[in-house]
């Protein structure tokens, strides 16, 4: 993997890292529809411009349909499925249920396109599961009522898995921007629709709320999706997915920056233990005798 693309995964998981965190912050005052219809549609407002330039736009037509289910697969659902999962778990144990995702996308992959991983690729899967593990050892309470959030976290996984396959399979050659735009715009078409009946009382949103909302929007929505989508295409999609694996390290760390949460020496070992694994996943660390399917 180019240098380039690697050094865009971990910018890419700091920024979403620091998504769980905004979306905890706001999404007890916004509910989690009204949270994800303000994050598309922001984000859409700031890409859809881009579409303007006539070979994007041809790109846009001729893909439309498929745009439209992927923003909603993609996008719409999993955004308010980690929402929901949001108002009862931490922001790091929303991100570590969403760290399942590339293992939802290579299983996905291989039945639905055939897909191999290398031996050592899996046991990269493996090993950065144990570090998720380590790292949540402690964190997450396995209480009855805490079920339908952590369903919810993982289908949000599932969605991503299915998306980022049928967007390698359906949108291949289609230009990372088109991709980024039209997918949500698709996507707060699909929200706004809903809003009227899940409105909150906006009298209780403060400026800060707002704020965190736009942010959301902007910078980890529009921007991270121009980047995810350009490491689809250049990368492939188990490959770009494997962030997932880093973003609980990155929320993890905003929190004890922003919050003044505790770093432990668990998280620590924990974080080692999940960049060992991801360095096996992206084959940034291989054995040729063991690359093999």
């Known amino acids: 993997m180019k240098l380039i693309d690697t050094l865009l995964l971990v910018l890419l998981a700091a920024i979403w890292g620091s998504s769980f965190i905004f979306m905890r912050a706001t999404v007890d005052v916004f509910g989690p529809i009204t949270l994800i219809a303000?994050?598309?549609?922001?984000?859409?407002?700031?890409?859809?411009?881009?579409?303007?330039?006539?070979t994007r736009w041809l790109e846009f037509k001729q893909n439309w349909r498929t745009l439209a289910w992927i923003g909603v697969l993609n996008s719409a659902l999993p955004f308010c499925f980690l929402a929901y999962a949001s108002l009862y778990l931490t922001a790091g144990t929303v991100s570590i249920l969403n760290a399942m995702t590339p293992i939802f996308t290579a299983w996905i992959a291989h039945i639905w396109l055939k897909d191999q991983l290398t031996r050592l690729q899996y046991l990269g899967l493996v090993i950065s599961i144990v570090g998720l593990s380590i790292l949540v050892w402690d964190k997450v309470s396995w209480d009855i009522k805490t079920w339908?959030?952590?369903?919810?976290?993982?289908?949000a996984s599932l969605l991503y898995g299915i998306a980022s396959n049928?967007?390698?399979r359906y949108l291949k050659g289609v230009t990372s921007m088109t991709a980024a735009a039209g997918s949500l715009f698709f996507s707060a078409i699909f929200m706004f629709i809903l809003v009227p009946f899940f409105s909150p009382d906006?009298?209780?949103?403060?400026?800060?709320?707002?704020?965190?909302?736009?942010?959301?929007?902007?910078?980890?929505?529009a921007f991270a999706y121009v980047v995810f989508f350009h490491l689809l295409s250049s990368i492939g999609p188990s490959r770009a997915v494997s962030v997932t694996f880093l973003i609980p390290v990155f929320s993890f760390l905003w929190g004890y920056l922003l919050l003044g949460e505790v770093v432990t020496i668990r998280m620590w070992i924990a974080t080692l233990v999940?960049?060992?694994?991801?360095?096996?996943?992206?084959?940034?660390?291989?054995?040729?005798r063991f690359n093999k399917h």
């Open 38 to 54: 303000i994050r598309s549609g922001v984000a859409a407002l700031f890409l859809i411009g881009f579409l303007s330039k006539q």
């Open 148 to 155: 339908w959030p952590i369903l919810a976290g993982l289908m």
């Open 166 to 168: 049928g967007t390698k």
């Open 274 to 288: 999940i960049l060992l694994g991801m360095s096996l996943v992206l084959r940034i660390m291989h054995w040729d």
């Open 202 to 221: 906006f009298s209780q949103v403060t400026p800060k709320n707002w704020l965190y909302a736009i942010t959301l929007g902007v910078l980890c929505t």
